[in-house]
């Protein structure tokens, strides 16, 4: 890929945690160093995953920060991620789990929520942020810029509630497609949410929506 190049730009089994992930992961180092980064709300100690066939989304933004909480025994901890920002996006055939481990007589209980299983209806979100640990997709982006300051971002800009040092790595592009979509993340936050054909269950064992 040239950078002069604007336009249309595809990159196979892309993932969204920042580019280059070396730099990122510097950046987030010296942000947490500098008291720059800080999550919206204390996290829960179970991240979960998300399987989609696709996400259309318009206005996409990213920039790197820090999502932090308790684990299941009450234990601060801290995770570096990749906030990925759509003013607005369509997910189709959507797939949510979590596993909470060792639950008392029971064992392992798998959370399952499915959404947008009729393509005529796909979830539809807007303002939302997804907290990303790591993410596997075919992705295509309609004028995108690498390397812009995370101060420099517009709608949706940075997460409201959300810190970044404002001359930080970030990316930004008009319009993204990514299909085939396997996440794992620990938050998603959203002005609007809705999810049709909504199905949830509850499994004894560990049933998740991928394996890695």
């Not at 481990?101 to 979100?125: C, H, M, Q, W």
Request: positive net charge; contains cysteine.
């Amino acid at each position: 890929m040239k950078s002069q190049v604007r336009g249309g730009t595809r990159w196979k089994r892309f993932a969204v945690v920042m580019v280059p992930s070396v730099a990122a992961t510097a950046a987030i180092g010296v942000g947490l160093a500098q008291g720059a980064l800080a999550a919206s709300f204390s996290i829960s100690g179970q991240e979960f995953k998300v399987k989609a066939d696709s996400l259309v989304g318009k206005d996409f933004v990213q920039y790197g920060s820090v999502a932090s909480g308790k684990d299941l025994k009450g234990q601060p901890f801290a995770e570096p991620v990749g906030v990925s920002g759509f003013s607005e996006a369509w997910i189709s055939n959507m797939c949510q789990s979590v596993v909470t481990p060792d639950v008392p007589f029971i064992g392992n209980v798998s959370l399952e929520l499915r959404a947008g299983t009729d393509p005529a209806k796909p979830v539809y979100a807007k303002d939302i942020y997804l907290d990303v640990s790591s993410l596997k997709a075919d992705a295509e982006f309609g004028n995108i810029d690498i390397g812009v300051a995370a101060g420099s971002l517009k709608d949706p800009g940075i997460q409201p509630g959300t810190q970044a040092n404002p001359y930080g790595f970030s990316q930004r592009a008009k319009t993204a497609k990514l299909t085939n979509v396997e996440q794992k993340a620990w938050a998603t936050t959203a002005g609007t949410f809705k999810l049709s054909n909504l199905s949830l269950k509850l499994h004894k064992g560990t049933k998740e929506c991928f394996t890695e």
